[in-house]
């Protein structure tokens, strides 16, 4: 056996799930945070049964934009490359679940819907990459380019409002969107699970994020995980190590397009609707401000950080307090510019630093003081 193999061997299966989890490029690597985390999970499946179903709707979308956020993590906070428009997979996989989901309203062909939506806003990423990573596109440009086919695509589906403009059954609607998104169905037959109401909506998108968490700290860790730090970190010196750098970012270039496309189709089966509003400025720089706020090298920072924003997003357009709906992206832009003049790394690091140094003091101070024996 290797020495991987032989110190494998020698530990526990739940040391052997935390060596998986956890490593230096992650938050958390202790048993309070695993003890806080279970209690957060406990907590937010337990969120529904003590409150309304308009806020257990509300909390389901913010899981939806989750994924959007961990998506750009992925591709700018650990690979160093910053896409303005993850949006563009987001909402590519939104119309594809609802085309597909119009057209075969069965259990199966739903199911399909699913699958097919996440493929496309797969290969879609998969294909942009290629062209920018392997034809030598630098980071900046990478940047320009993708927020242009957001735009590009919030442009085209804009002016889709004819009769003309369908895919079968379903209408495109232009700038009034497309209506009539079936309802999330996983399975085939008698055998599917279906996910129209909101509360087991509620609980698959909650399982989904908590895996996909858990499955980006294994991955963020791993050999290959390491090596998009690398180049995040020094490019240059990465590449004398023959490590092939177009290959590492468009691998997780497409990472992130699958992980903001399946956002897309839990956002479509939440609304039942999407509309060209997704491919926007506005829609596009979110994902933005919540990696930006929570901590671009932090998926829980992110996803916390969705939550939060998007929670008083969603109270300010309301008009909730003095407050009026106006207000909303002004009190969001102040929140971005205090984060990076103060807290530059973001919210989730900079608490974590902090509680770093706090533990530090209180170790010294007590290792500090003499002993009884000492003083006699």
């Given at each position: 056996?290797?020495g ?14 935390r ?26 499946a337990?969120?529904?049964q ?19 956020a ?32 119009v057209?075969?309203s ?27 990573f ?24 804009a ?7 369908a895919?079968?059954?379903?209408q ?23 996910l129209?109401?909101i ?7 909650l399982v989904?994020l ?8 294994v ?40 992980l ?40 829980l ?76």
């Amino acid at each position: 056996m290797t020495g991987i193999d032989s110190r494998d061997s020698s530990m526990g299966p739940i040391a052997r799930v935390r060596d998986r989890l956890e490593g230096p490029n992650t938050l958390g690597n202790s048993t309070p945070f695993w003890a806080v985390f279970a209690v957060a999970v406990v907590a937010l499946a337990a969120y529904p049964q003590f409150v309304g179903l308009y806020a257990v709707l509300t909390s389901t979308k913010y899981f939806a934009l989750a994924f959007l956020a961990v998506s750009l993590t992925v591709v700018w906070g650990y690979c160093g490359v910053l896409s303005f428009g993850q949006v563009a997979f987001f909402g590519i996989a939104a119309y594809t679940f609802g085309i597909i989901g119009v057209n075969f309203s069965s259990a199966s062909g739903i199911t399909a819907a699913l699958v097919g939506a996440v493929a496309t806003g797969t290969l879609f990423a998969l294909v942009l990459g290629y062209f920018m990573f392997y034809g030598g596109v630098s980071d900046v440009y990478v940047t320009i380019i993708t927020l242009v086919v957001a735009l590009v695509l919030n442009t085209f589906m804009a002016q889709t409002a004819g009769s003309e403009w369908a895919v079968g059954e379903a209408q495109l609607g232009g700038f009034n969107g497309m209506p009539d998104i079936p309802d999330l169905v996983v399975g085939i037959g008698e055998t599917s699970l279906e996910l129209g109401d909101i509360i087991p909506l509620y609980y698959a998108l909650l399982v989904a994020l908590v895996v996909t968490y858990l499955a980006l700290r294994v991955l963020v860790n791993s050999r290959f995980g390491m090596t998009m730090v690398a180049i995040r970190e020094d490019e240059q010196r990465t590449a004398t190590f023959g490590y092939d750098i177009a290959f590492v970012k468009l691998v997780a270039f497409t990472i992130g397009g699958a992980l903001a496309a399946i956002g897309g189709v839990f956002y479509a089966a939440w609304g039942n609707y999407v509309d060209p509003t997704v491919f926007g400025v506005q829609f596009a720089a979110l994902p933005v401000v919540w990696a930006s706020v929570g901590g671009r090298e932090s998926l829980l920072g992110t996803v916390g950080a969705t939550l939060a924003i998007e929670r008083l997003r969603t109270g300010l357009t309301e008009g909730v307090g003095p407050l009026g709906p106006e207000w909303a992206f002004v009190i969001i832009g102040g929140l971005l510019l205090t984060v990076i003049l103060f807290m530059p790394a973001g919210v989730a690091p900079s608490l974590d630093r902090l509680g770093t140094r706090l533990l530090e003091r209180v170790g010294d101070r007590s290792s500090s003081r003499p002993t009884e024996e000492a003083v006699e």
